[in-house]
């Protein structure tokens, strides 16, 4: 059974920073991609960032600069490390496996940015 667990969300202030962890079990981890999405009240789910396999990671213009995604293929877990919070990312975020054409998604951990 595959299970993909968000942990790290949470209320903060503008200008500060989370780290984000979704920890995979139940597949090869180091064999998909990952990715972080994000859907904020009222608004499309969107992609903010995802790592390859192999380590390559892009980011959304939104978040560049501002987050860094990155993975530990010996923890299978993947890392969304946020810095300088505004309150336009607050959000439920996702994390995703893919690969082969297969998905499997987190349930969501909540960020709210907010003085």
């Known amino acids: 059974q595959v299970q993909l667990v968000e942990s790290g969300g949470g209320l903060v202030q503008p200008g500060g920073s989370l780290r984000l962890s979704c920890v995979v079990s139940?597949?090869?981890?180091?064999?998909?991609?990952m990715s972080w999405y994000r859907q904020a009240p009222g608004k499309e789910r969107e992609l903010v960032g995802r790592?390859?396999?192999?380590?390559?990671?892009t980011n959304a213009d939104s978040v560049k600069g501002r987050f860094t995604i990155s993975r530990d293929n010996v923890k299978n877990t993947v890392y969304l490390q946020m810095n300088s919070l505004k309150p336009e990312d607050t959000a439920v975020y996702y994390c995703?496996?893919?690969?082969?054409?297969?998905?499997?998604w987190g349930q969501g951990t909540q960020v709210t940015v907010s003085s």
């Open positions: 995703k496996a893919f690969a082969w054409g297969r998905e499997y």
């Open positions: 139940g597949l090869t981890f180091s064999m998909y991609s």
């Open positions: 790592i390859t396999s192999n380590g390559g990671s």
